[in-house]
């Protein structure tokens, strides 16, 4: 049974909400940005509108405590919202993505320093994004971003690919080094010396402003720069829920749009199973294979959430031994789920368009997006990676990792055996 802190003691925290009424007051925003979908993606128009809307409305900040003005929306919750909103667009959870990940760290740092001026922006519609990941010579473990002082100032220079939902953001979540150390940074956005660019060039997911961000001299405060090591523990899992909640809103997005063309549509085949498209039981079938499918992912995504929700509460509890178990736990959770949501996403945002035969191809419809969409989130993190993980753990308990990094093989002779 997860232990749950005493909220008297610990009147910041988000132990959740009733999730119909929290849902209620997005779903109109979700059914608008649904029906400009097609269109945006058509016209690769990043979600800028979209986006501030979700904002001005009160999505940035469902998981901040409702005594600091925000929604006190559990992290299961979020991730079924997140589902929501990626079944109307998978483009906009992933460009949020760094946002509610500050969100968090700033949630499980409330436990010792207190965090109500960072409460405040978020409630206020401020949002955040992220600049973590380098391309090109960067060994693994090694960051080429500094914080350094330029007289009176500190500032930040470096070049950050993946920088998802920077473009869209008010304040940039920084993976750096200041004196050696490995630091967050958190920068604001639209001062002179930061430039994002919108050239992400992969075939899915292609709205999300995953482009470049150049840091020159981008002055950041020293109450905003922070040890990396004390980041929020769970945070690749964190990371890893998003995208399930994507996965799970693209297979309940195609399943959705299939049956309202299917529903639509009156042209039938001679050696069909009905006199019309919509009565015919193998076209219903496949639609029903296909939402039962969303239905699923949705209930991985969520359940995976719920130990995440455990190593949040567990963050104030004061017991480091189970905090570390909690942990773990939402690591492992969080994997298994990307483990099955990644093969089935896939195979259902294709499998689905059997129901309409060749007008499904159309690219007037972009069905064709839902499955793109699964592929590119499904590319991170690479999920064959976690399988061996969980089998590792299985097999023999070993701990699975937390934080991993990408980059050029450091030593590639100590791979050398005799």
């Known amino acids: 049974m997860t232990r749950h802190p005493d909220p008297a003691l610990h009147d910041g925290l ?4 009733d999730y119909e009424t929290l849902a209620a007051r997005f779903r109109p925003l979700f059914a608008q940005i649904a029906d400009s979908a097609v269109d945006r993606e058509n016209d690769r128009r990043l979600p800028h509108e979209e986006i501030r809307l979700l904002t001005d409305a009160g999505f940035g900040a469902v998981r901040v405590p409702r005594a600091y003005g925000g929604s006190g929306a559990s992290l299961p919750q979020l991730i079924e919202l997140l589902t929501e909103l990626a079944a109307a667009d998978s483009n906009i959870p992933q460009a949020l993505r760094g946002h509610f990940a500050y969100v968090e760290d700033r949630l499980n740092q409330h436990a010792t320093v ?8 978020f409630v206020s519609g401020e949002i955040a994004g992220n600049a973590w990941t380098e391309i090109g010579e960067v060994k693994v473990g090694d960051v080429n971003t500094k914080v350094t002082r330029r007289g009176d100032d500190l500032v930040v220079n470096g070049t950050k690919f993946y920088s998802t939902g920077s473009i869209f953001a008010d304040w940039l979540d920084v993976y750096a080094e200041h004196d050696g150390v490995p630091v967050i940074a958190i920068v604001r956005a639209d001062q002179p010396g930061v430039t994002v660019h919108d050239d992400w060039d992969g075939f899915g997911q292609r709205t999300t402003g995953s482009g470049t961000t150049i840091l020159e001299d981008a002055r950041v405060d020293p109450e905003d720069i922070t040890v990396f090591s004390e980041r929020f523990r769970y945070q690749t899992a964190f990371y ?9 809103g693209l297979v309940a997005g195609a399943a959705r749009e299939v049956a309202a063309h299917a529903r639509a549509r009156t042209r039938v085949f001679s050696h069909g199973s009905a006199g019309t498209w919509s009565e015919d039981p193998l076209v219903q079938q496949t639609v029903g294979v296909a939402t039962a499918q969303g239905f699923a992912a949705r209930a991985v995504a969520v359940r995976a959430a719920e130990s995440a929700q455990a190593a949040y509460l567990a963050r104030f509890a004061g017991d480091a031994e189970a905090e570390e178990r909690a942990n773990q736990r939402a ?8 483990i ?3 093969p089935l996403s896939l195979e259902a945002t294709s499998t689905v368009l059997n129901a309409l035969s060749a007008s499904a191809v ?11 969409n699964a592929r590119a989130v499904s590319s991170h993190n690479p ?6 993980i969980v089998g590792d753990w299985a097999i023999n308990g070993t701990p699975v990792p937390y934080v991993w990094a990408i980059g050029q093989q450091r030593t590639p002779s100590s791979l050398i055996t005799d």
Not at 14 to 17: H, M, R
Not at 240 to 248: G, R
Not at 383 to 388: E, G, L, M
Request: a positive charge; glycine letters at 4%; hydrophobic letters at 40%.
């Open 383 to 388: 999920v064959i990676f976690k399988q061996r």
């Open 362 to 372: 159309s690219e007037t419809k972009r069905l064709d997006r839902f499955w793109r």
């Open 331 to 338: 690591e492992l959770e969080s994997a298994q789920g990307q």
């Open 14 to 17: 988000s132990l959740g909400t």
């Open 340 to 342: 099955v949501l990644t």
């Open 240 to 248: 890893q829920l998003v995208h399930l909640a994507t996965q799970a």
């Open 114 to 121: 207190d965090q109500s001026a960072w409460f405040t922006r």
